[in-house]
């Protein structure tokens, strides 16, 4: 089970953002994840949003958690989160 942002894929460079937001209910504990376009967004274009920053401790060593980023954007990170 799940919903269309299962098919969301990472980013350098998203054309979408996430927001929690109330929604049908009063109870902040529990907000539903909203996306929002950043710009226009063409017909067929693959939506993408940031996954998260690098991970990277002070001295500039990745997280074992950090990923790989092949987002192929000019200001791509090379890894993500």
């Known amino acids: 089970m799940g919903n269309i942002s299962r098919f969301m ?7 979408v ?5 109330q929604f ?3 109870d902040d ?3 539903h994840i909203m996306f929002f376009a950043l710009k ?3 017909p067929m274009t693959e939506l993408t949003y940031d996954y998260g ?4 401790d002070s001295s500039g ?4 958690r950090a990923k790989n980023c092949l987002c192929g954007s000019l200001n791509c990170r090379g890894f993500f989160i």
Do not use: K, L, M
Not at 53 to 56: C, P, S, T, V, Y
């Open 9 to 15: 894929n990472h980013s350098c460079a998203p054309n």
């Open 17 to 21: 953002f996430w927001q929690p937001v």
């Open 24 to 26: 049908d209910h009063e």
């Open 29 to 31: 504990r529990h907000p």
């Open 40 to 42: 226009h967004i063409p």
């Open 53 to 56: 920053d690098i991970g990277a």
């Open 61 to 64: 060593v990745h997280s074992p």
